[in-house]
């Protein structure tokens, strides 16, 4: 791609200097990118009241304006614009409504100390994004256009930024395959759309830790699968299972894994376990990136963390349930946790597992996970100077 | 759900005997399903000039009006309704477009000898449809009601059943979560539509066999998985492959399993073997419905056709790749074909495996799935008395 989009570049400056209209060079050239520097914008004429800081229940808020991009087979991508928020239409024989050819990132837009709006390492969700887009078969693009893009949108809508603790401005990119036709196969139209939204504090009252069910009879992801990309398909098979855990009044439902029940997600985040191994090492141990777990943000922020701390073994590999149970009555186990960007660390107390209730010791005063949220939110707050990227006109 | 109906029912019947307002019982009740005697309908002011039935594209041509049905958990279902084919609208946080809460049937009204239009056994696909519901944790309904509701849709479009052999109108109802907020959980909202259109002959050429594609790197379903639920989510995975195996001059992907490679789906249809097995009996062998397979309507309707002829042995067991190539070798493959609503049945001719292409036998003339072929569209196009559903004013 990086060297169709330098062939486009040379044609267009070729062109131009040529003074070839741009406009025929872009249908001609089918883009293999779009560009910031396209944008449009058309701002609201009635913007919505915000709401109260202490009230953002997550995914229910978004802000007056939305991005959008087309992307046809025959003409590549078209101009990113930014218009009010707005319903999307589509024919009913829409492939994404009968396929689920589509996939999204999760991002967030923080509000520093300092008044500064910072993005926390987007170009990683724009990498993932792009292999999550091969995977469906769906176009990619130039992850930092896309960015310039998101930072525009942002900036329009600046003012819905929460400046509560701990609160910030949810990103989701989505692309989804919209191509009106039946039939199993790539999709030649698509869309690609950014809505933006306020959300709190995950937690209500702070870190609360959570009771998981882990019951084996489901799978999230297997080998051969998709489980290591963000496509739509990952979360439909979990829902019904999520709604059994809360019936059974556990808050999330820890994903296993193989004959060794392999401990490999916990809800929609990746789960570390904080332990003393069998050789009497400290070691932080989270599922390898093998296919079947999310290669997620913020669990490489944590393990990059601790492996610049120094301060024990940090391991990726499998761990089994097996491990844990043992780990567990030899007092080995010191914290196990999600991690995600949502809420960034999210403590568990207790697996449901085998008709037993595991009790996680850590209650009360998960350090290490504590830790690492410090440190990351004060990287994400602008508390410490850190690779963030800052948002300016 | 029948004890809940008959609950509303006898709840009715008093509130009606005793006055009440029927409109208040129905929002107190949160009706468990929809009604045909609630439809109502929309007819449309400018007719679409129908395609030609030799030029009948799968998937591309709709007749003039669709069916909606709303769905909240508030207020339970709403009143069917038929309109002019119409785009839908959605928020852009809409879970369906994020998550793949969505799920689908395949079924097709065919044109008799006799001028009778006819279903096949409809009461299949929505059985199947209920229980994919479910475990999407998406509402269920009275399977009778939407078939009565479909009956109409199809006598107001009857103009548009093709009248050409082996052509007929492909059904397509569908269910999807619309709740306009994001986060991994049940749909508060749904919408069932069904959309309606010509189709052709599924081979442009008559049973033209196909050359499939066999990557074990690839995995379709898994225990513990979705792969028998007519899910949109096991779709979106299969879209990549599909292209690398047309990439590969091959038409669709044979779907393996496990370490014995076993032969589980074929592109989206079951897969049949006819052959003389290991201890020299005639045998039609097809995967067991363990949770990796779809329960193909076509698929069942093929083995209660050959049960009946009581010809050769019946067996639903896995099989894997090395049995194939052995039998292969020893000349005891008689047959391998696809099954299902789209093309009936769909000969195999070659399997591309570990770098080598394998021949199966029975190219040119496939003696058995040619009699499936015969005896199930007999059925559909009323050449035969059967349990064909007719659809009458």
Redesign the interface.
């Known amino acids: 791609m990086a060297a169709i989009g330098r062939q486009v570049f040379n044609t267009l400056t070729y062109q131009v200097k040529h003074g070839i209209y741009l406009n025929t060079v872009r249908a001609f050239s089918s883009p293999s990118t779009f560009k910031y520097a396209d944008l449009t914008v058309e701002q609201t004429k009635s913007p919505q009241a915000k709401p109260t800081p202490d009230k953002l229940l997550?995914?229910?808020h978004?802000t007056d304006h939305?991005l959008e991009v087309d992307w046809t087979s025959k003409n590549g991508w078209g101009k990113p614009h930014i218009s009010p928020?707005?319903?999307?239409?589509?024919?009913?024989?829409?492939k994404?409504?009968?396929?689920?050819?589509?996939l999204?990132e999760g991002m967030k837009a923080y509000m520093g100390v300092d008044g500064k709006i910072r993005l926390f390492r987007p170009m990683e969700n724009m990498k993932r994004m792009n292999k999550t887009a091969?995977?469906?078969?769906l176009p990619t693009f130039d992850g930092e256009e896309l960015i310039s893009c998101i930072k525009k949108l942002i900036l329009i809508d600046r003012e819905w930024v929460p400046k509560a603790e701990n609160s910030s401005l949810?990103i989701?990119p989505?692309l989804?395959g919209n191509d009106p036709?039946?039939?199993?196969?790539?999709?030649q139209q698509a869309l690609l759309?950014v809505?933006v939204?306020p959300v709190g504090s995950y937690f209500t009252t702070g870190l609360e830790p959570v009771t998981l069910m882990a019951d084996?009879?489901?799978?999230r992801a297997?080998?051969?699968?998709?489980g290591s990309y963000k496509?739509?398909?990952?979360?439909?098979?979990?829902?019904?299972v999520?709604?059994n855990a809360v019936k059974a009044k556990c808050q999330q439902v820890l994903w296993l894994y193989g004959e060794d029940h392999q401990l490999t997600e916990v809800?929609?985040m990746n789960l570390f376990m904080y332990w003393t191994n069998e050789e009497g090492v400290d070691e932080l141990i989270t599922h390898p990136l093998d296919g079947l777990v999310l290669p997620g943000v913020t669990r490489s922020s944590l393990i990059k963390l601790a492996e610049e701390w120094g301060e024990f073994k940090v391991t990726e590999k499998p761990y089994g349930m097996k491990e844990v149970v043992k780990a567990l009555k030899e007092n080995r186990v010191k914290e196990i946790f999600g991690a995600g960007t949502a809420c960034v660390v999210c403590p568990v107390k207790e697996i449901v597992y085998e008709g037993e209730v595991l009790q996680i010791p850590a209650v009360g005063q998960p350090k290490l996970s504590m830790r690492f949220f410090k440190e990351l939110t004060d990287i994400q707050f602008g508390r410490k100077p850190s690779d963030m990227v800052e948002i300016v006109e």
Chains 1, 2 share one sequence.
């Open positions: 997550f995914g229910h978004f939305m928020l707005h319903n999307l239409s589509f024919h009913p024989a829409a994404v409504l009968h396929y689920g050819i589509e999204f091969k995977r469906c078969d949810y989701r989505t989804i036709t039946l039939g199993v196969s790539k999709s759309f809505i939204g084996p009879k489901y799978v297997w080998p051969g699968g998709c496509m739509g398909s990952n979360y439909a098979p979990t829902i019904e999520q709604s809800g929609t």
